[in-house]
């Protein structure tokens, strides 16, 4: 009995790997190509490829790091802060994500000041 | 054992296996900032003068009041009233003395409590709509500017570099103390509805520069670097702006 339950557990586990595996390759690609167009300046096409990544592969860090970045870009700084966050919980010591979040912070507090009346 | 390194030889692959894998790309970025205050009600705007105190070195109200009208001419909308300064401390005294019916002159101000009792100034409602009507109704920038100097003991950690009888280089952290001297800016800037004369809005900022005692760094100087930190803030007040920076993209 033990033995089976063992093998089931084993056979999921093989079966799910290349599916994971498949949604993180299919959402780099996304990623890649994103990188790619806001390299060109091309941002609104970033923005839908890299959500399209974030859709196929919700713990790719990656993705949500550079949605966070495009938001900011664009001056959508609540979108900006859920994605900064979501890439940290996925990725905590991600050092690059980290820095991003702190440079954006920054330009967040200046906005919502709290001793302005 | 054998497990164990097992263990800790693959994940530190895997660590490696991720460092290597991970492509990065620096890139430039401006985030535009919604203006705090909606000032399209008004075409013309007013940097009437400031309340001003601390060091003798700098007349930072007259400092101030032109370093904004130069900032707003060239980065915002509206257009900038050339006007003498008003002279807001008589005002103010002279508020005072109708309220306590005693004479006096202005005090000095020396210290932030001292602004105190000229910050009912800007509540004065009658006075600004007066000021409000002669300029043409424009937006009203004023405040109170404190210019202080400062100075900082505090001890230090520093890396001395040390060489032994063989010539080794060692370096080695020592804890100094340090005597520091500078200025500290504190303005509160307030903006008033030229049409009513009451506040809109009002925000306070702090800087600070401190540098070796040793070092002799002119006042106006001093505060020309702080106020330049203060600039961008001030003018996302009333126009939307631009701030540039770096990010890094992921794959």
């Known amino acids: 009995m033990r033995a089976s339950f063992s093998m089931v557990v084993l056979f999921l586990a093989l079966a799910a790997a290349p599916l994971a595996a498949d949604a993180r390759s299919d959402a780099k690609k996304h990623v890649e190509f994103g990188v790619a167009v806001a390299q060109k300046g091309l941002w609104r096409e970033a923005i839908l490829q890299w959500e399209r990544a974030a859709t196929i592969d919700p713990t790719y860090a990656a993705a949500q790091n550079n949605l966070a970045i495009a938001y900011e870009h664009e001056g959508d700084l609540d979108k900006a802060r859920a994605a900064y966050e979501k890439a940290l919980a996925i990725e905590p010591n991600n050092s690059y994500i980290k820095q991003n979040y702190e440079l954006f912070k920054e330009i967040n507090d200046r906005t919502t000041r709290k001793d302005a009346q | 054992m054998t497990a164990r390194l097992a263990?800790?030889?693959?994940?530190?692959?895997?660590?490696?296996?991720?460092?290597?894998?991970?492509?990065?790309?620096?890139?430039?970025?401006?985030?535009?900032?919604?203006?705090?205050?909606?000032?399209?009600?008004?075409?013309?705007?007013?940097?009437?003068g400031f309340i001003s105190g601390g060091t003798d070195d700098v007349d930072s109200n007259l400092e101030t009041t032109r370093l904004l009208r130069s900032q707003l001419r060239t980065k915002s909308d509206l257009r900038v009233i050339d006007a003498d300064v008003l002279p807001l401390m008589d005002v103010a005294t002279e508020g005072q003395n109708a309220s306590t019916g005693v004479v006096g002159t202005p005090a000095p101000i020396k210290e932030e409590k001292d602004l105190e009792p000229y910050e009912r100034l800007f509540a004065n409602v009658d006075y600004w709509k007066k000021v409000g009507e002669e300029y043409q109704q424009p937006l009203i920038v004023t405040g109170t500017i404190m210019f202080l100097p400062q100075q900082r003991n505090s001890i230090v950690q520093r890396e001395v570099e040390q060489y032994d009888s063989f010539g080794r280089r060692r370096v080695t952290p020592t804890r100094t103390y340090v005597e520091r001297k500078g200025f500290a800016l504190r303005p509160k800037f307030v903006f008033i509805d030229g049409r009513t004369g009451t506040v809109m809005h009002s925000e306070r900022f702090a800087e600070e520069i401190l540098y070796n005692a040793n070092q002799t760094t002119p006042a106006l100087s001093s505060y020309f670097e702080l106020m330049d930190r203060l600039i961008p803030s001030f003018l996302n007040t009333l126009s939307s702006q631009k701030i540039k920076g770096t990010r890094v993209l992921l794959q």
């Open chain 2, 7 to 48: 263990r800790t030889l693959s994940s530190l692959t895997a660590v490696l296996l991720l460092t290597a894998c991970t492509n990065y790309y620096e890139i430039p970025i401006e985030t535009p900032i919604r203006p705090k205050l909606d000032v399209s009600g008004f075409q013309r705007v007013l940097v009437a």
